[in-house]
């Protein structure tokens, strides 16, 4: 049997904070931790840094730390190398915010298809909107899985996570134009509708969709996608988004769960307008 050539997949780590090439940078002890302990990197190893710059840090490990009394690894940061990870269309999920661990798989597979913003919503069948203390800690936990999606899809620019809205405000925002994440072509799922979101998308301006083809820094595609908590919009919210501007759509004869539904959606939008397929 012929053996494979793949190499193995290096380790990336999210820093908050500058990144310069030939210098030195010391690891926060928890991710340390999980270079060492659980990755199993060694002294001289190679790993890959980012802080959402758009580049890639190439970084060889110096010190692993495990003898020091702050068991922080040391790095030393190579060239800082662009990365050509990032979708040519810009994307927004408007997710309505669900029980359990949907809203995490949600974030996690959207961020990693290549999602540029995610705003979760407080709609009637989604989970109860928390007090600030809570909001804040369910925001940070967003943003770490943010992250992890990042480090794991290749990309070197985190999408941005909003802070918690009901559905009736941000339609109120977009109506207004206040919004600066607003999204120009915005669309909600509707299992009444009677077009598809894949035609929508084909019959959107020829600018728009030949921008998606073309390495011009010229104006993106930027696309807004509206999907339900797991028991989905009500009729009249769906009727207030329209209202509001929204292009009611479809995906198909299948009822797809809420964590589901929104990565199906990004991946109908990268297929048509971005980099995938």
Known sequence: ??????????????????????????????????????????????????????????????????????????????????????????????????????????????????????????????????????????????????????????????ATLASPVTLEQWLNELSSGENTHLPEHCYVLDPTATGSLVTHLHELPTDAASVAHEASPGRRPDIGLLIGPESGLDPDEIRMAVEAGLTPVTIGPRILRTETAGPACIGMVQAVLGDLG
């Open 1 to 158: 049997m012929k053996k494979s050539t793949r190499s193995a997949r290096i380790a990336r780590f999210h820093h908050q904070g500058e990144l310069q090439a030939n210098s030195q940078l010391t690891l926060s002890k928890a991710a340390s931790h999980h270079l060492v302990t659980v990755l199993r990197t060694r002294q001289g190893d190679t790993i890959e840094m980012f802080n959402g710059d758009g580049c890639n840090y190439r970084a060889i490990v110096i010190d692993t730390g495990q003898r020091s009394a702050g068991k922080c690894a040391l790095l030393e940061l190579q060239e800082a190398r662009p990365a050509d990870t990032e979708s040519p269309v810009r994307i927004s999920l408007l997710q309505g915010i669900s029980r359990g661990d949907r809203m995490d798989t949600s974030i996690r597979q959207s961020v990693e298809l290549g999602v540029n913003h995610v705003q979760p919503l407080y709609t009637r069948q989604a989970a109860r909107a928390l007090d600030e203390k809570r909001t804040a800690k369910k925001l940070e936990h967003w943003q770490a899985i943010l992250v992890s999606a990042c480090e794991q899809s290749g990309r070197a620019k985190l």
